[in-house]
């Protein structure tokens, strides 16, 4: 999958230290609820700039998903500072914002 960031897929170790705010995307370029998701997430993701969209071509086996425990799609990891501040499994788009605001304004802590 490609995002704004794209190129080899990050390693767990690499997410653990990646600083500032960070939104991992897990799902398969096949996946209809992906697809689905993928408009509004883009358009949520353009009102904060700020924040790094990292898109994972997941599936069986695949370890950063597991390490995750990544089992549906679309899954979101809502990570500051690599630091994982919530997860959202097929989310809806209120839980999409609340997971970028969480994690957009340092003031704000919890998870979606």
């Known amino acids: 999958m490609e995002g704004r960031d794209s ?16 939104v991992l ?20 993701l353009a009102e904060v700039p700020h924040v790094r969209h990292i898109r994972i071509e ?3 086996g695949q370890p950063l998903g597991r390490s995750f425990r990544v089992k549906l799609w679309p899954t979101l990891v809502f990570l500051r500072d690599g630091k994982i501040l919530g997860q959202a499994v097929r989310p809806r788009p209120g839980e999409v914002r609340a ?12 998870a979606p």
């Open 7 to 22: 190129g080899r897929e990050p390693t767990r170790e690499d997410i653990d230290r990646t600083e500032g705010a960070v």
């Open 25 to 44: 995307e897990f799902g398969a370029s096949w996946c209809g609820h992906c697809r689905a998701l993928a408009p509004q997430l883009e358009a949520m």
């Open 58 to 60: 997941d599936g069986p």
């Open 99 to 110: 997971g970028l605001k969480a994690i957009a304004d340092p003031g704000q802590t919890g």
